[in-house]
């Protein structure tokens, strides 16, 4: 049986735009085991499933609200209600100053009616999909930039926690992982506020490999840059840091990110992708934007 667990990273992002409605009910007849939301906070306080604190990447905000952004010619999530954030159209990631897609072969920008949504619509929507499919699918959220909030006197871990317990994700055992790159917050967020999820340390500097045993501490995973995984080449062959054998001595999951098909970089194909990390580095799943790829590589 496979234990490897997939996680649709934004949903299946690489069909239609990230964190749309759409892209998380795609990924969930994909059949994953985790659906991601990254989380940002509105004006009033919502959390809204975005990838960043910022809105003129995915968004038309730049055209129906042009006077709201701020001195860095930025347009931010927290300047605007739910109701406000509710009317703007979203489209694939674009460059907000040249206008230009990010990835040029995905869905076509500026085409398709889709919506921004809230936590709460996410979860139930999920939620619905379980109870109507008998699947138990579950939710990867990660609280995002919690200094940038806290600077502007939100708590956006303490709403997010509020909103995972009502919908019945207090403990490991419910289908729920948490994840921030903050690893003060999510410290705090095992030791201050007492929860009992799943909580997976997100890294991005090749320093943090040496706080493992500090990880462990608090966190049960990790989600690390998938090349901090990969150390050199050695005839073809790919030769790996001691990243994920130190963390499985901790007792640490590894959940690498992101598994592009699009952007293959290192390696000759996605099935060499696969192949290399999820097999010869045998770590314990995956962030992909290409879930169906991942989840019939393992099914294989």
Request: hydrophobic content about 40%; proline content about 4%; overall charge negative.
């Amino acid at each position: 049986m496979n234990t490897k667990v997939v996680i649709a990273h934004r949903g299946a992002s690489g069909y239609l735009p990230e964190h749309t409605l759409e892209a998380k009910a795609m990924a969930f007849a994909m059949n994953v085991d985790f659906i991601e939301q990254d989380l940002v906070l509105s004006k009033d306080d919502v959390p809204i499933v975005i990838h960043d604190i910022y809105l003129d990447d995915v968004t038309d905000v730049a055209t129906k609200f042009a006077d709201r952004k701020r001195n860095d010619h930025r347009y931010y999530v927290i300047d605007f209600t739910f109701e406000e954030l509710q009317t703007l159209a979203v489209s694939e990631r674009f460059d907000p100053v040249t206008g230009k897609q990010f990835y040029p072969n995905r869905f076509p920008k500026e085409k398709g009616t889709f919506k921004l949504h809230s936590l709460q619509q996410e979860i139930e929507l999920i939620q619905g999909l379980n109870q109507a499919t008998g699947k138990k699918i579950g939710i990867y959220p990660e609280i995002k930039d919690p200094a940038f909030h806290a600077k502007e006197g939100k708590q956006l871990t303490e709403i997010v926690l509020q909103i995972l317990s009502e919908y019945g994700y207090t403990t490991k055992k419910d289908a729920c992982n948490l994840q921030c790159f903050d690893a003060k917050e999510l410290e705090r967020i095992r030791v201050e506020l007492k929860s009992d999820l799943f909580l997976v340390q997100l890294m991005e500097f090749p320093e943090e490999v040496n706080n493992l045993k500090h990880f462990a501490s608090y966190a049960d995973g990790i989600g690390p840059w998938y090349k901090q995984v990969l150390d050199r080449k050695v005839q073809e062959k790919w030769q790996f840091t001691s990243l994920v054998s130190d963390a499985h001595a901790l007792g640490l999951k590894v959940h690498p990110y992101t598994f592009r098909a699009d952007q293959l970089d290192e390696f000759s194909s996605f099935d060499a992708m696969m192949q290399t990390l999820l097999i010869d580095a045998n770590v314990d799943g995956a962030f992909t934007d290409f879930p169906d790829l991942v989840v019939t590589f393992l099914n294989k």
